[in-house]
């Protein structure tokens, strides 16, 4: 197989009959414009022409780009093969429909499937709704993790039901932030735990070679832009493999690896490449609009309305008030999304949190609003961890569908989906549920 890296997480994978496309974002902003690409996309239309089929890994914008896929051409989106994960609902499939793609093939989790005569592809849901995408291809195995927070079962499961794994593309930096309000004493310490994630991947699979990717990204915006001090860079990450006697292959935005030939890449001219880009490249950092209290509220109000039609009420209870400082507004506020409630405090009052006007708005007026926010770094937290967490856990559900009163629970597609995800699933609940309060 030959697979170029295009930008963030998007690859250009050419087997031997065969060309799949992976999760493109070649312009503009993701997660309500907290993140820029970086270093910039080396995609060019043309290259639609080779591609016979398109990967969507989950519905994040960095890998479901709604302006980059609205981008190609229709006569594209009239032939091309869209693969996305099987779950419990048709929201996906219906935004695929919407923007024009014709062909949408859904695959059962951790099942492999033939796409031509001598390609095979494999997608595995991890966690909420992360998937990854294995390649099979002349005795090559290729394992696309980008998102996916694999622990040791997760890569046991991956080896029963591959066989091996050659080659593994793995996120190599911080791709948001639990928010901690402290956070120099929190990021240096996340930033090594995803290194540390990535050899654990690369020894639990058996893997010949790890390719760092799907970071490639700055944090744009005044209230994040503090988190470029922390991120790893692919330079660091391959000393601590090369420390560690471990393969890893760091490509930059353009370059292709040929699997046949892995020792073909020169791997220091590409971190060169990284280091000048980080070095000399320039990062400009926006300053988000002005949302006023009043607009503030009435989404808080709608969300509030719309989760008591769908959750238990004593689920919602959990969802007390707090109190957030809104920095850009001046402001300091008590907000309650079980009652929908906003009022407006003394601004001296210790504070829970701090969130600008515009990301605390967007975590409101859409049901992704609130996991933005974190993806993008745009809250911290100094109190109130507990209550917080389940505002998150809330709101995760909402977005991905899984309602929770029994009207809604024990539908076909539910059950269809909990059966699916049986396997695994609850070792990746408990493993994300870990992961949220470190």
């Known amino acids: 197989m030959k697979v170029t890296f295009i930008s963030q997480a998007s690859l250009l994978i050419k087997t031997s009959d065969c060309t799949i496309l992976t999760d493109p974002w ?15 996309s080396a995609w060019d239309n043309s290259m639609l022409d080779q591609v016979d089929h398109l990967w969507i890994s989950h519905e994040h914008p960095d890998h479901f780009h709604i302006p980059t896929l609205k981008s190609f051409p229709q006569a594209f989106k009239d032939r091309v093969i869209l693969l996305f994960q099987k779950n419990n609902t048709d929201k996906m499939p219906n935004a695929f429909r919407k923007l024009g793609f014709k062909n949408i093939r859904l695959l059962d989790n951790r099942k492999i499937y033939p796409v031509t005569a001598e390609t095979r592809v494999y997608v595995s849901q991890i966690g909420q709704m992360d998937s990854s995408l294995a390649v099979l291809n002349k005795g090559c195995t290729l394992l696309n993790l980008n998102d996916c927070e694999a622990n040791a079962i997760d890569c046991k499961n991956f080896l029963k039901d591959l066989g091996k794994v050659d080659y593994v593309f793995n996120q190599f930096s911080m791709a948001g932030y639990n928010g901690f309000y402290d956070y ?41 832009k503090y988190m470029n001090d922390f991120g790893n860079t692919p330079g660091k990450v391959y000393d601590r493999f ?23 890449h020169n791997t220091i001219e590409s971190i060169a490449k990284y280091d000048d880009m980080y070095a000399h490249g320039e990062k400009i950092i926006d300053t988000p609009p ?11 109000k709608k969300r509030s309305e719309q989760l008591h039609t769908k959750f238990p009420r004593w689920i919602l209870k959990k969802l007390q008030p707090v109190i957030v400082r809104i920095p ?22 210790d504070f829970d949190l701090e969130i600008y006007s515009q990301p ?21 937290i100094k109190s109130k961890h507990g209550v917080w967490k389940w505002y998150r856990i809330v709101t995760s559900l909402n977005n991905a569908e899984m309602y929770l009163k029994l009207k809604y629970l024990f539908t076909k597609d539910n059950i269809a989906f909990v059966r699916a995800r049986m396997q695994g699933g609850l070792n990746q609940l408990f493993y994300q549920l870990k992961r949220m309060e470190a």
């Open 26 to 40: 070649y312009m503009g902003t993701a997660f309500n414009d907290a993140w820029k690409l970086l270093p910039a």
């Open 184 to 224: 120099e004493n929190h990021l240096p310490g996340t930033a090594q735990t995803i290194i540390n994630n990535m050899i654990e991947n690369h020894r639990d699979l058996g893997a010949k070679y790890s390719i760092p990717f799907a970071s490639n990204l700055y944090f744009c915006t005044e209230d994040n």
């Open 360 to 380: 605390l708005h967007f975590s409101f007026e859409t049901t992704w609003g609130l996991q933005t926010m974190g993806v993008g770094a745009r809250f911290r």
């Open 242 to 264: 090369h420390k560690e006697n471990l393969g890893m292959i760091v490509l930059f935005a353009g370059e292709t690896l040929d699997t046949d030939h892995p020792e073909a």
């Open 328 to 349: 850009d507004l001046g402001k300091t506020v008590e907000l309650c999304l079980y009652t929908g409630e906003l009022k407006e405090i003394d601004k001296g009052t």
């Open 290 to 300: 002005l949302i006023q209290l009043d607009k503030i509220h009435e989404a808080l």
